[in-house]
Nanobody, 114 residues
Framework: QVQFVESGGGLVQPGGSLRLSCAVS????????MGWYRQAPGKQRELVAI???????NYADSVKGRFTISRDTAKNTVYLQMNSLKPEDTAVYYC????????WGQGTQVTVSS
């Protein structure tokens, strides 16, 4: 069993910041990738940011320069610092890991609105 504890979502005004965290525990070894995806109402789930083998990162074009992904390997935790948030960033944000089997967190709501 793999457990996820996601936190940090909420309501924020445009231009504000949030920091998401996702702690993974349980029968999980050699995590290869940790990342964040999001799904807005009526849209497909999409990649936001991913960190590979602890160092290589990749971002969606829409968040480059605003979001930063980081990972604490010792704690099996991945973070997403989100700055300069826009209303179009509103979505449920999901943590995803692979080893290489893929596991998903339960999601956390991020709402950007004035």
């Amino acid at each position: 069993q793999v457990q996820f504890v996601e936190s940090g979502g909420g309501l924020v005004q445009p231009g504000g910041s949030l920091r998401l965290s996702c702690a993974v525990s349980g029968s999980i070894f050699s995590i290869l990738t940790m990342g964040w995806y999001r799904q807005a109402p009526g849209k497909q789930r999409e990649l936001v940011a991913i960190i590979i083998s602890g160092s290589t990162t990749n971002y969606a074009d829409s968040v480059k320069g605003r979001f930063t992904i980081s990972r604490d390997t010792a704690k099996n935790t991945v973070y997403l610092q989100m700055n300069s948030l826009k209303p179009e960033d509103t979505a449920v944000y999901y943590c995803r890991i692979s080893n290489p089997k893929v596991y998903w967190g339960q999601g956390t709501q991020v709402t950007v609105s004035s």
